[in-house]
């Protein structure tokens, strides 16, 4: 096709050409231009459809997104640099659609990706948040949370005129629902994520990002909840739970009956999935639905049953959710008749208390209704399912052995190589050619160019190039200065304290004080951290006010600034990812071993040349095992060893502290007069005390190893040929993490689509 033409013709419309239009109105055009184009293209068949249910869907900008998967990114670029622009500058007027909060959100825009992509016929199902998560602002030195509207008057939402009747407590509330097209890589395929959004929504939040929880009619869609620490809005979030699947349920059976089936053949022709267990009421509600088509209780139990598949996505016990049955009662009345029977039926299956639906104070355990009635439970990486097995879902996994299984996580390459970090793509594509476009396994290709000193050069020089553009993008986005030739040290994900953080802060003192004492670095660090706290949960709101203070105290400090910088970016989403990612040189996944079910940043930094300095957790296992030891940092204790200190309750902070001199006196450089007066001393101040005296994920337990092992890294980063040949086997070995390799799987042993 012409882009230029349509552009142009577009833009004419607009009252404008190429060469005079702003970025925001080329913007414009390409998001019709696109739009136009995937009309034209159809769904991808089979015999059975996938619902993916999610509360999240963290899909991040989209126009660059489409015109890679309709192979029309290159030409776009083209046609943009001839007129003056970039792809790069007219992206930049797309707000993001952060509609997750992190990893799950995340994962779920990756899966829908891969489902068009591999010809999958399968759709996502979620809300039209009016809001997306928080815009973090930190310019007082501590978290603030801004609104962060995305939807403006041309977005990519689709209005589909079609609602759906929800019997919600208080009476009906129509679901309308808008759609947002998902097409698969050069392949023909749309496939679609509806976003369900009340019919009148409030017309903007009364102040900050508090919600009129009264006003559920209007204001149910208008924030995404932010994660399990902020109790705030609880019950909000079951109308909008329930909202989201039952609309969800009846789109399900109104296009099974226009697909020509009836509706007990629904697990012949469908497969639902629940992203962990926000969408959990799907169950008993698609069973209510098949009753009131008359299907009696126990035939819709089972069809139902064989229909779900239900992934869980963390072992921290605290973000298990359960509701009391009195707010279903007030929710969602129609199903708490079948919930009580599906208690009942479970219990006919076994008597053991711990497993049960509903428990001795009439409180729903979601999890536990989606274990008895999914007929395929997964974790995330080999050692989360493991764990999962063996001790969080053990009487489960006895009672239903054969539902349980692994599917490592992934990400998309299409996102997160092709479009992030297109001088890395064509570098690897001058290679090895382009079939790895279409099977990211074949990246092993590169394996074959080890000892070539010349192509190593020139992946170092690529990575040298993208750090230029992280400082320059820094410099004009976030407003701070950081050094390309100095190392790229990043730990960007959501703040909790089993990520470790906190740890990362440690290493940071450690380091000041070291230069202070005149054992300067080689060369010097830039450690980069990026990172949202949940608005309620206040350790992870100090831990980032201690990195501000950190940062603003190295900075102003003559002897150490020229040897390290502590850059805190100001709030990290998906388009900071895009432009962190590709310029780290090391990856830092360092939670508390058994604590991170699966992590994906850790992929999509291995994809783009990082070294990982990480604990043997989650899927940092498994990449350890791809790459080999000596193509990996790691330390700290095993997760075998950290589950025994829980069990035996064997873990003291507080004598750590008091047997190691060096440690405590880095952790009492927090609070030093130097560091309080730089940032908020409250803040900084719990920060310490919780050190102390719970550091519940053992911080200062690996807090030494990591110490050691990043140093031997920083060293490692010296012998330039050495460092990037292990960049070159992270590369090659990075293909299992494709979403793609994911999706086959779950498709191949649960969903079975085609
Ligand atoms: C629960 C109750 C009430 C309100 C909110 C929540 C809530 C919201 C979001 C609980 C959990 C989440 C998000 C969890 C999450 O992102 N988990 C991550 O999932 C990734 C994809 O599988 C994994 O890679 C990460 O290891 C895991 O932490």
Not at 39 to 48: D, I, L, S, V
Not at 608 to 624: K, P, Y
Not at 742 to 750: A, G, S
Request: charged letters at 25%; proline letters at 4%; one cysteine or more.
């Amino acid at each position: 096709m012409d882009i230029e033409k349509n552009l142009s013709q577009t833009l004419a419309e607009m009252g404008t050409t190429l060469d005079g239009a702003t970025n925001a109105q080329i913007f414009c055009a390409l998001l019709r231009m696109v739009r136009d184009l995937e009309t034209e293209m159809k769904p991808a068949e089979g015999n059975r459809k996938l619902y993916y249910f999610s509360a999240e869907f963290l899909v991040g900008r989209l126009l660059r997104a489409n015109l890679v998967n309709l192979g029309l990114a290159d030409d776009v670029e083209r046609v943009l640099a001839a007129h003056g622009t970039t792809l790069a500058a007219v992206e930049d007027c797309e707000p993001e659609p952060s509609l997750g909060n992190g990893g799950l959100g995340r994962l779920a825009a990756c899966f829908l990706d891969s489902i068009a992509s591999l010809g999958l016929p399968g759709d996502g199902v979620g809300l039209n948040y009016h809001y997306g998560l928080f815009r973090q602002d930190l310019s007082e030195g501590v978290q603030r949370e801004e609104p962060n509207p995305w939807i403006a008057p041309e977005s990519w939402l689709i209005d589909t005129g079609t609602s759906f009747s929800v019997p919600f407590g208080f009476g009906p509330l129509a679901a309308h629902m808008y759609d947002i097209e998902v097409p698969g890589y050069e392949n023909g395929v749309v496939n679609r994520l509806h976003l369900f959004d009340v019919e009148e929504p409030s017309p903007a939040p009364a102040r900050g990002i508090a919600f009129d929880k009264g006003d559920v009619r209007h204001g149910l869609t208008s924030f995404l909840y932010p994660d399990d620490s902020d109790d705030a809005g609880r019950l909000l979030r079951v109308y909008q739970q329930y909202f989201m699947v039952s609309a969800g349920a009846q789109l399900i059976l109104a296009e099974l009956e226009e697909r020509g089936f009836a509706p007990k053949e629904l697990d012949r022709h469908v497969a639902v999935h629940i992203n962990d267990t926000h969408p959990s009421m799907v169950i008993p509600e698609l069973v209510r639905l098949l009753m009131e088509r008359g299907i009696e209780f126990e035939d819709a139990a089972k069809i139902v049953e064989r229909t779900c598949g239900y992934t869980n996505h963390t072992i921290l016990a605290e973000a298990l959710e359960t509701w009391p049955m009195g707010y279903i009662e007030q929710v969602a009345p129609g199903i708490v008749p079948v919930i009580y029977q599906l208690d009942a039926l479970a219990r006919a299956r076994t008597d053991d208390e711990r497993v049960a639906v509903i428990d001795g104070n009439d409180v729903v355990h979601m999890a536990n209704m989606d274990v008895h009635f999914s007929h395929a439970v997964n974790g995330v990486a080999a050692l989360h399912a493991q764990i999962l097995v063996e001790s969080e879902m053990r009487p489960f996994a006895e009672l239903y052995p054969e539902k349980f299984s692994n599917k490592t996580n992934g990400i998309t390459f299409r996102r997160w190589l092709m479009g992030c970090n297109p001088e890395l793509a064509s570098l690897v594509t001058d290679a090895i050619g382009d079939d790895w476009k279409r099977d990211a396994s074949r990246l092993e290709d590169l394996l074959s160019l080890s000892g070539d000193a010349g192509f190593v050069q020139r992946l170092l020089r690529v990575k040298e190039g993208n750090k230029e553009r992280l400082a320059a993008w820094l410099r004009a986005e976030k407003n701070v200065e950081v050094d390309p030739h100095s190392i790229f040290d990043i730990q960007v994900k959501r703040m909790h304290q089993y990520k470790r953080q906190q740890m990362n802060a440690l290493y940071a003192i450690w380091k000041y004080l070291q230069i202070k004492r005149g054992n300067v670095p080689n060369r010097p660090l830039t450690m980069v951290l990026g990172a949202k706290a949940a608005p309620a949960y206040t350790l992870a709101k100090d831990t980032i006010a201690l990195l501000l203070a950190l940062g603003r105290l190295i900075a102003e400090d003559p002897e150490v600034a020229p040897w390290l910088r502590l850059v805190f970016v100001e709030n990290y989403n998906v388009t900071a990812a895009e432009h962190l990612i590709p310029a780290a040189d090391v990856s830092e996944q360092i939670s508390l071993a058994s604590k991170e079910a699966s992590g994906t940043s850790n992929m999509k930094f291995m994809a783009n040349g990082a070294l990982t300095l990480g604990t043997l957790d989650g899927a940092n296992v498994e990449i350890a095992e791809l790459v080999g030891r000596e193509n990996i940092y790691l330390f700290g204790r095993s997760s075998e060893d950290v589950i025994g200190l829980y069990d035996r309750c064997d873990y003291r902070p507080w004598d750590v502290w008091q047997a190691d001199g060096e440690l405590a006196e880095i952790l009492d450089f927090i609070c030093s007069p130097e560091l309080l007066a730089r940032g908020d001393a409250g803040c900084i101040t719990r920060v310490y005390r919780d050190f102390i005296a719970k550091d519940y994920f053992m911080a200062l337990l690996d807090a030494r190893d990591y110490v050691a092992v990043k140093e031997r890294c920083l060293a490692d980063y010296e012998d330039r040929a050495a460092w990037g040949e292990k960049a070159l086997v992270n590369i090659a070995k990075s293909g299992f993490f494709s979403s793609d390799r994911t999706i086959r799987e779950y498709n191949r042993d649960i969903w079975h689509l085609s």
